[in-house]
């Protein structure tokens, strides 16, 4: 059971370059999520995707654009890496938007941008 | 907006012994708090969630519990083992359009053989 798979795991990015992370899901889920985990401060909601055609911002959206290629992947991009954007990205997805049920997570790819 | 405090940050036990890690939230329209053990390296799992409409739930060693009433739920795990050793996060969500999760900062859990 894949369940939700990021790649890539680790990635060093230098100042200014641009970089794409992936995520795909196999549970035919409609909604997807991007969080970044950062010492301390929990994980912040970057952009989410309600359904298939659909990308809203999160919390903490400067910096980064998404994409919701098809049901099953939802991507995130950095166009121009800063070393605030160092950190834990974990993407994560749910059965329905509107229902109260848990989010299932990736294991995350390491970025760090020197 | 929610905003979820979790405490402590870092908690050690005897393995054996008993954890409670214990969170609060600020909006009374919550009404879904999930926890989640994230392992080393790893994502975040559910291991355990609770409704608004209950006051308990357990499942084999670990329990949630919820106090409406004063906002705040707490996870205990007994009997804890080596294995239980990680970081812990709860979270919070308001039954609106989307069901936004805010997760409170973490607990890192170590258990001591």
């Known amino acids: 059971n894949a369940g939700v798979t990021q790649t890539p795991k680790f990635q060093v990015l230098k100042t200014g370059q641009s970089m794409t992370l992936q995520c795909a899901q196999d549970?035919?889920?409609?909604?997807m999520y991007w969080y970044r985990q950062d010492p301390g401060m929990g994980l912040r909601l970057i952009y989410y995707?309600?359904?298939?055609?659909?990308?809203d911002k999160g919390e903490v959206p400067n910096g980064y654009n998404v994409s919701r290629l098809n049901k099953r992947e939802f991507s995130l991009r950095l166009e121009s890496a800063a070393p605030s954007q160092t950190s834990v990205y974990f993407c994560?997805?749910?059965?329905?938007?509107?229902?109260?049920?848990?989010?299932?997570f990736g294991d995350g790819t390491r970025l760090s941008i020197l | 907006g929610e905003n979820v405090e979790q405490h402590p940050s870092t908690l050690s036990v005897q393995e054996g012994d008993s954890a409670v890690i214990k969170c609060t939230y600020s909006?009374?329209?919550?009404?879904?708090f999930p926890w989640y053990k994230q392992e080393l390296g790893k994502g975040p799992q559910l291991i355990i969630d609770?409704?608004?409409?209950?006051g308990e739930k357990k499942d084999q060693r670990i329990a949630v519990t919820l106090n409406k009433t004063a906002k705040h739920f707490s996870l205990h795990i007994t009997e804890t083992q080596p294995e239980d050793s990680a970081v812990y996060f709860c979270?919070?969500?308001?039954?609106?359009?989307?069901?936004?999760?805010?997760f409170g900062g973490g607990t890192r859990l170590m258990v001591k053989p």
């Open positions: 979270a919070a969500t308001l039954n609106n359009a989307g069901n936004m999760l805010t």
């Open positions: 609770i409704r608004s409409n209950v």
């Open positions: 549970m035919n889920h409609n909604s």
């Open positions: 995707s309600a359904s298939e055609g659909t990308t």
């Open positions: 909006d009374s329209a919550s009404n879904y």
């Open positions: 994560a997805s749910r059965e329905s938007f509107y229902s109260n049920q848990p989010q299932h």
